[in-house]
């Protein structure tokens, strides 16, 4: 922000937490605010999981709530992937509470020190890209490795005629090459088209109010209820944003398990 201007951009700056650069054999390796609330993200992850399976006689509301989780993914797994799936929860569950405790630590509008507020890692496409290409990269490992070259024949729906061999497997070998693009640019444009939302209605309240008249806190009021309606579905986002993200990837380890 400057001269009075908000920029919508500025929220997804990636800068040194301490405010200077470090320099490694000529690589930056400053400590950044997207990498410490990747940090923040695992405690609070951690910190859940932890306190949430202590087995107890009676069962604890935070217990109900962790063990409701790990029946939610075993659930998904169960029917997505099938018989053979069940070793595949683990990433799935981990991939999906990492994807949705990020965005929800986003949305949050705290300031954690003087000068460093919030930080939605998943609106970056370098933390979202990571993600799909591990998942798209397991996909092709357990493909391969259970298959072998009859994996390939994943590019051949069953039923294919003959006459349409040379258009068929190219075209569904362009739709697997193109799932893990689809995955993190998804995820990315849902977050950050959310928060530059956010905050473009937040620069209309202030320059609304700063504007005086009889319009400017008629267009202040407006927008912050706008903002009231964009974060209340920007909650809704982030859930079905990290559900999306670990359904399809549990859809794609089915095809690599049982093919066709």
């Known amino acids: 922000m400057s001269a009075g201007k908000i920029d919508p951009m500025e929220q997804f700056l990636v800068e040194p937490v301490l405010g200077r650069h470090i320099d490694l054999f000529g690589y930056d390796v400053s400590f950044t605010n997207s990498a410490l609330f990747m940090v923040v993200v695992f405690v609070l992850l951690a910190v859940f999981m932890s306190g949430g399976l202590k087995r107890q006689l009676i069962p604890g509301r935070w217990q109900v709530a962790a063990e409701g989780a790990v029946s939610f993914i075993d659930n998904m797994v169960k029917v997505n ?11 799935i569950f981990s991939l999906f509470f990492f994807i949705l405790f990020a965005n929800l630590v986003g949305v949050l509008p705290l300031a954690i020190l003087p000068g460093l507020h ?6 970056h496409i370098t933390v979202t890209a990571v993600l ?7 996909v092709l490992l357990v493909g391969l490795w259970k298959h072998g070259l009859k994996f390939f024949s994943l590019f051949v729906p069953h039923g294919t005629p003959l006459w349409l061999m040379w258009l068929i497997p190219p075209v569904e070998l362009l739709s697997f090459l193109v799932r893990p ?4 640019l998804r995820l990315f444009v849902a977050m950050t088209a959310g928060h530059i939302l956010l905050e473009v209605f937040g620069s ?24 009231v309606g964009v974060s209340a579905l920007e909650l809704l986002v982030c859930a079905i944003q990290a559900y999306v993200f670990a359904l399809l990837t549990s859809l794609y380890l089915h095809d690599a398990v049982h093919l066709h």
Do not use: D, E, H, R
């Open 204 to 227: 209309f309240v202030v320059q609304g109010l700063n504007a005086g008249g009889a319009m400017g806190p008629v267009v202040s009021l407006l927008s912050f209820v706008m903002i």
């Open 181 to 184: 693009f689809s995955l993190g």
């Open 118 to 123: 919030t930080f939605a890692v998943t609106s």
């Open 81 to 91: 992937i099938g018989s053979g799936g069940k070793k595949f929860a683990p990433y």
């Open 132 to 138: 799909a290409f591990l998942s798209f990269g397991i």
